[in-house]
């Protein structure tokens, strides 16, 4: 079956890095494009990154937009969030998800499985 596991997360102090993973498995990982997400507590989820099939396409939110960066490597199976110059407002869970519905990058319903998420918190 689909699975979508991602890595990665942790506590980080305001201005640093981290690389998150998600590991995609049981489908043909390079025929689909696919997204982040995060969901911090109380709010709603909210779309961040896509990127196409090829990874030669990128969509951002404006609020990652210079400082974080999607990529995937088909060859592994493997969608990646390199996230930059972190804010503690960036504090939430983050999931993956495949899409699956026409071009519409922007909207949880277009995506059709999901990862657990892995927690990202950044200290001010």
């Known amino acids: 079956q689909v699975q979508l596991v991602e890595s990665g997360g942790g506590l980080v102090q305001a201005g640093g890095s981290l690389r998150l993973s998600c590991a995609a498995s049981?489908?043909?990982?390079?025929?689909?494009?696919m997204g982040w997400f995060r969901q911090a507590p109380g709010k709603e989820r909210e779309w961040i990154a896509a990127?196409?099939?090829?990874?030669?396409?990128?969509y951002y939110a404006d609020s990652v937009k210079g400082r974080f960066t999607i990529s995937r490597d088909n060859a592994k199976n493997t969608l990646y969030l390199q996230m930059n110059s972190l804010k503690p407002e960036d504090t939430a869970v983050y999931l993956c998800?495949?899409?699956?519905?026409?071009?519409?990058?922007?909207?949880?319903?277009?995506?059709?499985?999901w990862g657990q998420g892995t927690q990202v918190t950044v200290s001010s």
């Open positions: 049981g489908y043909t990982f390079s025929r689909y494009a």
């Open positions: 990127v196409t099939w090829s990874g030669l396409v990128k």
């Open positions: 998800a495949r899409h699956n519905s026409g071009s519409t990058y922007g909207e949880g319903a277009a995506y059709d499985r």
